[in-house]
């Protein structure tokens, strides 16, 4: 077979939905992981041990285990017991979820490169914990982590086909669902070089970034 | 819950797949990254930039899309036919061969310039060089941020069962589909899937310590349950040496 220009004008309406799922997807993944990470990677500095142990085996297991096999969990087991979510709310549920176990420690890096100074400076002005965090800690160390939680996104759309698996109709899931219904293999091509094209130009903003915020 | 016919035809044999996918994709993904990882310090500018941009290109790409496309898009446009895990094999080796090529071009990077001079002042030869003196010195470096590449990769094997390879993730489908019941099964291929990433840190952390003695440091202290990942400066999933990390 070769490649047939007119399959992929055939394409392009149904990739265009792909695009907006997979960038919704994206976003409220990415939403998740920022704030879910963020609490994690203050749980892990509590003072008790009750909550720093459970969160620490919860997310040494979700970062230990195939974001694939938790989007089936998700999919197939947790209506048994639980609310029974649609594929593109299990898929950003399960994104953010996975990812926000590696943003925790994007975030902890940042919390721990906060110079100890600051952490004494608010104790000396006898701030209440909550202030500590938000005025003092926090700004400091969220800025010098945006690079990296950015990094974290890119990976987050490249991993986001597996929305696919469980009936998400992403790039990928509209993708297959085209070559199936037409007997063609262009659309998968296209999908493909859709992701270099998103990905790379993304990357290499965030270098930029990277340099201006974290020196 | 689970039929002993069932479990002994199709799930301990999807382990297996599992275990040999892992092995054949680490392999491929190894040779790949020492490969770019040494040519994306080539003197030749072309080589470099030729390395540099198959890093660049297949650390943007999904590799999920990337095995469909080697699996189903690739046999009907070139007519080469791959057998059973190949296409999977293939597609997580290269995708992970580039992130792991930024691994071995940071350590390289990292030994001090003192010794590649030192090579040249003994008229060593760029390979000798690189085999006698970089890479033994630079090998501690890598295995840290390697043991997080290596379950990044176990993680990946998963996705062969999405082209129809009969590992561990496709034969709980399958399971599910036929017994009509997922929590077991989807419970118990997390926890085999964390067994299996807890035990290659454990080898992973062995080569560690023995390859930090043979240069003469310490090993690293973490205990039994210190986490599975190892702190490095270089970023295994995203592929970056050290955004905002642990400084």
């Given at each position: ?8 004008d ?77 594929p593109?709310?299990?898929?950003i ?5 996975h ?10 890096a ?7 100074g ?45 929305l696919?698996?469980?009936?998400a ?21 296209i ?25 | 819950m689970?039929?002993?016919?069932f ?24 040779v ?14 072309i ?17 999920l ?14 007519h080469?036919?791959?057998?059973g895990?190949?296409?999977g ?26 010794q ?59 399971l ?15 926890v ?56």
């Amino acid at each position: 077979m070769n490649w047939d220009w007119s399959n992929v004008d055939a394409f392009m309406p149904r990739f265009w939905d792909g695009v907006l799922v997979t960038l919704q997807a994206l976003a409220g993944g990415a939403v998740i992981a920022f704030v879910l990470g963020l609490i994690w990677a203050i749980a892990l500095r509590s003072p008790t041990r009750w909550v720093r142990w459970p969160v620490a085996a919860f997310t040494e297991f979700i970062r230990n285990t195939p974001l694939l096999v938790q989007l089936f969990f998700l999919f197939y087991v947790v209506p048994e017991w639980g609310p029974s979510m649609s594929p593109l709310v299990t898929g950003i549920v399960g994104l953010g979820l996975h990812y926000s176990t590696y943003t925790s420690e994007v975030y902890r890096a940042g919390i721990e490169g906060v110079p100890a100074g600051q952490w004494e400076a608010a104790t000396a002005l006898s701030l209440p914990k909550r202030r500590t965090w938000t005025a003092v800690i926090l700004p400091q160390a969220v800025r010098r982590v945006i690079p990296a939680l950015g990094n974290y996104v890119i990976v987050m759309l490249k991993e986001s086909p597996q929305l696919a698996a469980i009936g998400a109709l992403e790039m990928l899931g509209e993708a297959r669902g085209f070559s199936n219904e037409t007997f063609t293999f262009e659309a998968i091509s296209i999908v493909g070089l859709a992701f270099i094209v998103i990905a790379y130009p993304a990357s290499v903003l965030l270098r930029v970034l990277e340099r201006r915020l974290v020196r | 819950m689970m039929t002993g016919a069932f479990f002994e035809n199709w799930f301990l044999p999807g382990i297996w797949i599992t275990l040999q996918v892992t092995f054949f994709s680490a392999a491929l993904a190894f040779v790949v990254s020492f490969v770019v990882g040494v040519l994306r310090a080539a003197p030749s500018r072309i080589v470099r930039i030729l390395a540099g941009a198959y890093f660049e290109i297949f650390r943007s790409t999904s590799s999920l899309v990337f095995m469909f496309w080697i699996a189903f898009t690739v046999p009907m446009l070139f007519h080469i036919q791959f057998y059973g895990m190949a296409a999977g094999v293939l597609a997580l080796g290269l995708t992970y061969g580039a992130y792991g090529s930024e691994i071995v071009r940071g350590a390289l990077a990292a030994v001090p310039a003192a010794q590649r001079e030192a090579g040249i002042a003994l008229n060593f030869t760029r390979i000798q060089r690189l085999r006698r003196i970089e890479i033994p010195q630079a090998w501690p470096e890598m295995l840290p941020p390697f043991n997080n590449l290596l379950i990044e990769l176990l993680k990946g094997t998963s996705l062969i069962s999405l082209i129809t390879v009969a590992d561990m993730t496709f034969s709980g489908n399958l399971l599910r589909l036929v017994k009509g019941e997922s929590a077991p099964i989807y419970t118990l291929l997390l926890v085999l899937y964390f067994v299996l990433a807890f035990l290659l840190t454990r080898g992973m952390r062995l080569l560690e310590r023995r390859a930090k003695a043979k240069i003469g440091q310490a090993p690293e202290k973490t205990g039994l349950f210190g986490g599975l990942r190892s702190r490095s400066s270089i970023d295994a999933v995203t592929g970056t040496a050290g955004t905002g990390g642990a400084k």
